[in-house]
């Protein structure tokens, strides 16, 4: 299923940007660092948000963001938790348990009714969106940033795609 793969891609495109991040971070001006670290946080505490409405637990955060900055640490820590869990997840989706619809309040208090699949796919494009806001601080501070395209992730994973056109 798509979306086994598009979890993977996520978890694999967070750890390069995180990589690239913790070995910069020091270059970076200190609310240049800070906004780095906020907006990966940002998509962490949404992915949280979504994967406590998704499996019925109760919800860890009241708002879209912590008062407080995590450490590196903790960020990595929370990232690569969500993300194993939104890719075992994705291993067991049926048709039927995506098309589910789910009722819940945003943090602002306002109404909720999405599919799984809608759901899954907002996490998907909310975490590309932030991964390339937090991408170009590294650019605009003439930092390295990675290179953490779809594609240069399917063919890392699946080597053999690069021969494909030879097997024609």
Known sequence: MLFINAFKYKQWANEELLAFGERQLHLLAP????????ILNHTTVVDSLFISRVSGTPELYQADNTPETPSFAELRQRIASNDAWLVTFCETLTPERLSQTIHFRFTDG?????????????????????????????????????????CRFLHQQEPWRRDAEKTK
């Open 31 to 38: 609310n240049d660092a800070t906004f780095f670290v906020r």
């Open 110 to 150: 306002d109404a909720g009714l999405m599919s799984i699949e809608e759901i899954l796919l907002h996490l998907l494009t909310h975490g590309s969106n932030h991964r390339g806001m937090a991408s170009r601080t590294l650019a605009a501070n003439a930092l390295e940033r990675p290179a953490d395209t779809f």
